[in-house]
């Protein structure tokens, strides 16, 4: 199975589908997940967990269970799963909010997993954008009015960041994991660029609202 992109929903809260999936794109719900993305008018490739969270539904066949104890979570088999597939991107729903804020902060690691696999994912929150760069730089549109962007060093420390297109911008910084010093910052130009030339950024920005309506989750 040779696919560009992968959906996974998870369990937590979904606040509305930004990105369609197109034909040869992989749909995957982890457990629960499988609810939201009913919910957002997609039939999942797979449903994959241990069905801690929900029943296991009667009327679907494409199935995978997986035992309750176990080192990965739900979303992160189902990520394997997507590298397995040879997807490239993968786009993660209901990975933050819900009651469960451990699992936003594993869902915000398994983007660096993502990462140094050659892929990038993107975890969707309340209308922001989340991704990981790694000795790298990532340009973004604005496409909100003094939309916001926070970064956030994981790992030890990240070196040689500039920020240029931004509210506060920034040349061969440091960040490092004990100081917010990135967190709500706002994009001014056109486009914005972020670079880290040694380490590893969680890096977000703001996205318009949705629309009222069944996808819009609202």
């Given at each position: 199975m040779d696919r560009k992109r992968c959906f996974i929903f998870a369990a937590g809260t979904f606040f509305g589908l930004r990105e369609t999936p197109g034909p040869g794109d992989a749909v995957i719900a982890a457990d629960a997940g499988y609810r939201t993305c009913r919910q957002a008018g997609l039939v999942p490739d797979l449903?994959?967990?241990?069905?801690?969270?929900?029943?296991?539904?009667?009327?679907?066949?494409?199935?995978?269970?997986?035992?309750?104890?176990?080192d990965d979570t739900d979303t992160m088999l189902a990520i394997k799963?997507?590298?397995a597939w040879g997807c490239g991107e993968v786009y993660l729903y209901g990975g933050t909010g819900g009651k469960r804020l451990d699992h936003t902060l594993a869902n915000l690691q398994s983007l660096l997993y993502l990462r140094r696999r050659g892929a990038r994912g993107y975890l969707y929150d309340d209308d922001f954008l989340w991704?990981?760069?790694e000795n790298e730089s990532l340009t973004?549109?604005?496409t909100v009015e003094w939309g916001l962007f926070s970064a956030f060093c994981l790992g030890d420390r990240a070196e040689g960041i500039d920020e240029v297109g931004f509210q506060y911008p920034l040349q061969d910084a440091v960040l490092t994991p004990e100081f917010p010093l990135g967190v709500s910052n706002h994009i001014v130009e056109p486009e914005?660029?972020?670079t880290?030339?040694?380490?590893?950024l969680a890096v977000g920005w703001q996205l318009p609202p949705l629309a009222?309506?069944?996808?819009?989750g609202r």
């Open positions: 449903l994959l967990g241990d069905f801690d969270s929900m029943e296991e539904p009667g009327d679907f066949a494409r199935i995978q269970r997986v035992p309750v104890e176990k799963t997507a590298l991704t990981v760069i973004i549109p604005k914005a660029t972020i880290v030339r040694r380490g590893t009222a309506g069944p996808e819009g």
